[in-house]
């Protein structure tokens, strides 16, 4: 079988030049065509709003004090009032209105911050458990119950609590323990030491009455 014929001096490689060129080609043309999706893309992307909104600065009446801050739209309650207002004493746990842990009253009445909205509660009274204390530092009776009976062991869902029964006590001052159990179900306790809460709630509206008639 006769050898292939060598190319004449000073010939290119055709068949091998012609594959580099096309790769250099598909690469170079790749990047063309990136380049300009990117151009026709970018202005569509960046006139889209951001997914919250912008911030609004509202005045709040929290703990009976007027407090400002810069809320989202879509921010809620247990939100402002922990990272925005440092009231960290409303605890944020399962964030679905669930545990009860982020239970702060409004207008005096229970409700999970978790599912408030913040910019809906403007003229409304919100307190938390730093504001169940009096002005000059006085614990409120449910809390000095707390510290009497030592009714929560990690105390996480401690302030939920101590907010529901406040909000309950102020329609039923003299509850029966199971009335309590009933006025306090929607918390959770993961510890699940509900006994020893009752008995803590139970004696915190017993304070709460003796010093009614005071």
Same mark, same amino acid.
């Given at each position: 079988?006769?050898?292939?014929?060598?190319?004449? *001096?000073?010939?290119?490689?055709?068949?091998?030049? /012609?594959?580099?060129?096309?790769?250099?080609?598909?690469?170079?043309?790749?990047?063309?065509?990136?380049?300009? /999706? !990117?151009?026709?893309?970018?202005?569509?992307?960046? +006139?889209?709003?951001?997914?919250?909104? #912008?911030?609004?600065?509202?005045?709040?009446?929290?703990? #009976?004090?007027?407090?400002?801050?810069?809320?989202?739209?879509?921010?809620?309650?247990?939100?402002?009032?922990? !990272?925005?207002?440092?009231?960290?004493?409303?605890?944020?746990?399962?964030?679905?209105a669930e $545990?009860?842990? $982020?239970?702060?009253?409004?207008?005096?009445?229970?409700? !999970?911050?978790? /599912?408030?909205?913040?910019?809906?509660?403007?003229?409304?009274?919100?307190?938390?458990?730093? #504001?169940?204390?009096? *002005?000059?530092?006085?614990?409120?009776?449910?809390?000095?119950?707390?510290?009497?009976e030592q009714?929560?062991?990690?105390?996480?869902?401690?302030?939920?609590?101590?907010?529901?029964?406040?909000?309950?006590?102020?329609?039923? *001052?003299?509850?029966?323990?199971?009335?309590?159990?009933? #006025?306090? +179900?929607?918390?959770?306790?993961?510890?699940?030491?509900? /006994?020893?809460?009752?008995?803590?709630?139970?004696?915190?509206?017993?304070?709460?009455?003796?010093?009614?008639?005071?």
């Amino acid at each position: 079988m006769p050898e292939p014929e060598a190319p004449p *001096p000073g010939a290119s490689a055709g068949p091998a030049l /012609s594959r580099r060129k096309f790769i250099l080609g598909v690469i170079a043309g790749g990047a063309v065509v990136s380049a300009a /999706s !990117y151009r026709l893309l970018a202005p569509r992307a960046a +006139s889209r709003p951001a997914l919250l909104g #912008g911030e609004r600065l509202l005045t709040l009446r929290v703990n #009976g004090r007027l407090r400002r801050a810069e809320v989202a739209q879509q921010e809620t309650l247990a939100w402002t009032l922990r !990272y925005k207002l440092g009231l960290t004493g409303t605890k944020l746990a399962c964030d679905r209105a669930e $545990c009860g842990s $982020c239970t702060v009253l409004l207008d005096d009445v229970p409700h !999970y911050a978790c /599912s408030v909205l913040t910019h809906t509660v403007r003229n409304r009274a919100v307190t938390t458990v730093e #504001g169940l204390a009096a *002005p000059d530092g006085k614990l409120h009776p449910l809390q000095q119950a707390v510290i009497a009976e030592q009714g929560f062991q990690c105390a996480f869902c401690m302030s939920g609590f101590l907010m529901a029964a406040a909000g309950f006590l102020k329609t039923n *001052p003299n509850p029966t323990r199971t009335e309590m159990a009933h #006025g306090v +179900s929607g918390n959770l306790c993961r510890c699940q030491d509900y /006994s020893k809460i009752l008995d803590t709630l139970m004696h915190g509206a017993e304070l709460m009455r003796k010093g009614a008639q005071a």
